[in-house]
C-alpha cells in the first residue's frame, strides 16, 4: 500500500515537472546558448555529421575529464562529428549560469555549448524512450537525426570513434 501512494506520488510530481516546462519553456526541448538565446534540440542536429551532444555539470567530479576527452574527439575527428555541450547547471537556479561559464572558462571549452536543467534534456529524451541517468553522459546521433547511442561517463575520444564507425559499417551492409 505504502508503495502505490509513493508511485501515485511520484507520478504526480513528474506530470507537474513536466507541465511546467511545457508550459515556461515554450518547447519541451527547448534550452538556450550562454547568451540565452532559446535553442532547440532538432536544430542543432547537423545533417551531414553526426553530432555528439556532451551533458555535463559544473559540480560533476568526472566531468573535466569528459570534456577533455571531447575535446580530443573534436581535434581528431571534427570532420566528421559536430560537438555541442549541454551544461543542466540550470539545475542550480539563477547562480547556474556563471557556475557553468566558470567551467567553461576554466577547461577552455571552444565547443559550443547549451545550458537548461536536467528536465529539459529528459524531456528531449523521452521522445526516443530513453532518459537522462547522469552526467557526464554522451549523446550520439547520426546525420539523418537518429538517436544511435547513449554512454553515461567519462568515454574516451577512440570510443566514440570506434562507435560512429561501427554503426556506419553496420549500415553499409
Known amino acids: 500500500m505504502i508503495y502505490s501512494r509513493f508511485i501515485n506520488v511520484y507520478s504526480a510530481s513528474l506530470l507537474f515537472s513536466l507541465l511546467f516546462t511545457l508550459l515556461t519553456s515554450g518547447s519541451a526541448f527547448a534550452l538556450s546558448d550562454m547568451q540565452g538565446n532559446n535553442k532547440h534540440f532538432a536544430d542543432m542536429l547537423s545533417k551531414d555529421k553526426w553530432t555528439v551532444f556532451e551533458v555535463w555539470a559544473s559540480d560533476c567530479p568526472a566531468c573535466p575529464?569528459?570534456?577533455?576527452?571531447?575535446?580530443?574527439?573534436?581535434?581528431?575527428?571534427?570532420?566528421?562529428?559536430?560537438?555541442?555541450?549541454?551544461?543542466?547547471?540550470?539545475?542550480?537556479?539563477?547562480?547556474?549560469?556563471?557556475?557553468a561559464?566558470?567551467?567553461?572558462?576554466?577547461?577552455?571549452?571552444?565547443?559550443?555549448?547549451?545550458?537548461?536543467?536536467?528536465?529539459?534534456?529528459?524531456?528531449?529524451?523521452?521522445?526516443?524512450?530513453?532518459?537522462?541517468y547522469g552526467t557526464p553522459s554522451v549523446l550520439l546521433f547520426n546525420p539523418q537525426g537518429e538517436l544511435r547511442g547513449i554512454e553515461v561517463g567519462a568515454i574516451i575520444s577512440q570510443d566514440v570513434i570506434d562507435f560512429i564507425e561501427q554503426d556506419e559499417a553496420d549500415k553499409a551492409r
Open 101 to 132: 561559464a566558470a567551467f567553461m572558462k576554466k577547461h577552455q571549452l571552444s565547443f559550443p555549448t547549451l545550458f537548461g536543467r536536467t528536465v529539459e534534456v529528459d524531456n528531449f529524451l523521452y521522445q526516443f524512450e530513453e532518459d537522462l
Open 65 to 99: 575529464d569528459a570534456v577533455f576527452y571531447m575535446k580530443n574527439l573534436k581535434k581528431r575527428y571534427g570532420h566528421k562529428v559536430e560537438l555541442i555541450g549541454i551544461s543542466v547547471d540550470g539545475d542550480h537556479g539563477d547562480k547556474g549560469k556563471a557556475m
